[in-house]
């Protein structure tokens, strides 16, 4: 996949390079029986390595254009479709970077006609979200999870369901999230001492979505007006990384309100 997080300057491209991405061409390899045949592997590794080249130097059009002439070369075998699947997969990563969002989502919904990966319906539900349409990005998530169970799916479409303000899906899918995770599910949550640091120290702040869960199930029960419950869940999140800024935030305003309400 691209690498999203180069910018301008973070790297060197050659001049060799710069040709490469200039000429845009896809070389035929020599067969095994000396003739000249069609590697399309070789064609998939360097539509690849060229397009990389080129959205590092922000040449965007030119990835764009290098990715497509492999997949129409890619697609002269029906049995090249992973291969194309992942380079429609780079394409939409280009128009998503440059928020080309009518691009994005033609393409990524190629990517899923090709192959429908449990990663590829987030892609498209994420995009979904952005775009408002909440009933389509519930939709991909759910397939998504048919496809694989996994926290990331659980905890974004609990979000969805939290933008939607139903609160009591959304608390059910952020506990599902936690209840998936190979790190977290099984985890117990009356550990003290020694056996508490290790466990902070070794997985606490390895669980960025589990963190974000319980943080969520904490928002959520405040919103529905349960303050023990959303303190509950925060601590459980300040449990695992006692740094977490947005959880200790929220704590700390919200027994400030459990006090103000006891005084009343």
């Known amino acids: 996949m691209l690498n999203r997080d180069c910018k301008d300057g973070s790297k060197q491209v050659t001049d060799a390079a710069k040709n490469d991405i200039e000429s845009n061409s896809s070389d035929d390899a020599e067969g095994t029986d000396g003739s000249r045949g069609r590697d399309y592997y070789d064609i998939y590794d360097k539509a690849q390595d060229r397009s990389r080249d080129a959205f590092i130097i922000n040449n965007f059009d030119v990835a764009i254009e290098i990715l497509n002439k492999a997949i129409n070369e890619l697609g ?11 380079l429609y997969a780079d394409c939409a990563d280009i128009y998503r970077h440059i928020g080309d969002r009518d691009s994005e989502m033609a393409v990524i919904t190629k990517v899923i006609e090709l192959r429908g990966f449990d990663w590829d319906y987030q892609k498209r539900a ?139």
């Open 76 to 86: 002269e075998q029906p049995d090249n479709n992973s291969m194309i699947g992942d």
């Open 126 to 264: 994420q995009l979904y979200e952005k775009m408002g349409d909440y009933d389509k990005a519930m939709a991909d998530y759910t397939t998504a999870l048919e496809r694989e169970k996994s926290p990331e799916s659980y905890l974004w479409r609990g979000a969805v369901f939290f933008k939607k303000k139903d609160y009591d899906s959304a608390i059910s899918d952020f506990l599902n999230s936690v209840k998936c995770c190979s790190w977290c599910g099984d985890m117990p949550t009356d550990l003290h001492g020694p056996a508490r640091r290790l466990f902070r120290k070794s997985n606490g702040k390895r669980c960025g979505e589990c963190l974000e869960s319980f943080y969520m199930c904490g928002l959520s029960y405040h919103r529905k007006g349960d303050l023990r419950s959303a303190i509950k869940y925060l601590n459980k999140a300040l449990w695992r990384d006692s740094d977490f800024e947005k959880a200790k935030n929220l704590r700390k305003y919200l027994l400030a309100e459990e006090k103000r309400s006891v005084k009343r």
